[in-house]
């Protein structure tokens, strides 16, 4: 497996925006897919974002309008750039990536970064 390297995260007020990053460390892949997840206390870890090499998006309802996904192909690098954040927001976000069409269990995954909204 890869190791991923997500870097963004941090303590922000509500309102406020944080940009996440993901990169492979090491050698050059070439994933299909790439995502966002995020866990927090006491929850499940649940899918954000996620965005294919062709460019196709999806979002979690509740931060449709309000996060966008982005990816550099050429570095296989994946954002999250996270506007009007709301404490709501506050998890553990995982970056996580794959060479087919799913992301599951068995995929690459970063180790997340902490992302702390305060009201």
């Known amino acids: 497996q890869v190791h991923l390297v997500e870097s963004g995260g941090g303590l922000v007020q509500a309102g406020g925006s944080l940009r996440l990053s993901c990169a492979p460390s090491?050698?050059?892949?070439?994933?299909?897919?790439m995502g966002w997840y995020r866990q927090a206390a006491w929850n499940e870890r649940e899918l954000v974002a996620r965005?294919?090499?062709?460019?196709?998006?999806n979002y979690k309802d509740s931060v449709k309008g309000r996060f966008t996904i982005s990816r550099d192909n050429a570095k296989n690098a994946v954002y999250l750039q996270m506007n009007s954040l709301k404490p709501e927001d506050t998890a553990v976000y995982y970056c996580?990536?794959?060479?087919?069409?799913?992301?599951?269990?068995?995929?690459?995954w970063g180790q997340g970064t902490q992302v702390t909204v305060a009201s």
């Open positions: 996580a990536a794959d060479y087919g069409t799913l992301i599951g269990p068995n995929s690459d």
């Open positions: 090491g050698r050059i892949v070439e994933y299909y897919v």
């Open positions: 965005i294919t090499s062709d460019g196709s998006t």
